[in-house]
């Protein structure tokens, strides 16, 4: 049986799941596929073969492929939220944290192109995406961001004139925009220079500060 942990806020380990061999080898049969090849062009009957098991075992297991691919994603999501948070810990000051929070999405996206690709390229396309399970999960990720930046703001490190749903927006969006080329053509993404990048754009904004009076 594979297993999988889910983690409390203080690093403690509330459950561990346990999946059946069969269902773990599905799931890691359409990673690897994923890997080179779109989830439109991979067939069930390719994924039972990757996998060394019947068709009829991804349905027991899964409604449809569709449905695999979303739980596929669930396990990316639940992964890097526990990363998130780890990386967040011992971290002073809301654009410290904004900043460590860049970084990891950036990072996230460089170590792991299948996640990346799912996530950015295959699944947006699908309208019941957005009632699904791994999209609760992205909102709520989204939140955490949304709490640092409110969090900036009651402590005078962000301005207030700019509502925080619309920076998390924004800083979510800037993270997907420069990072898509590089996982759409399979390029080198540098986290580092990407976050510094990003910082320097989001804090400082786009004004002349040298022309102002």
Known sequence: MA??????KSGGDLEVRTYPPGRTKI????????????????????????????????????????????????GYLENYSVQHEQDLRGIKGALNKVRKSIWSHINVYTTNRVFAKILLLEVRSFSDYYTSEPYRMVRKYSSVLREIVEEGIKNGEIRESISPSFMRQAILGCIENVCLSGIIFNREISPDELTDRLCEFIFHGIADESKEA
């Not at 297993?3 to 409390?8: A, E, M, R, S, T």
């Not at 989830?39 to 068709?55: D, L, M, P, S």
């Not at 009829?56 to 695999?68: E, M, N, Q, W």
């Open 3 to 8: 297993l999988v942990k889910n983690h409390n």
């Open 27 to 74: 799931v890691e049969a359409l990673r690897s596929l994923l890997e080179t090849k779109e989830f439109q062009n991979i067939t069930t009957a390719e994924i039972a073969r990757k996998a060394g098991v019947t068709e009829a075992l991804i349905y027991k297991y899964f409604k449809d492929k569709r449905d695999l691919l979303y739980q596929v994603l669930a």
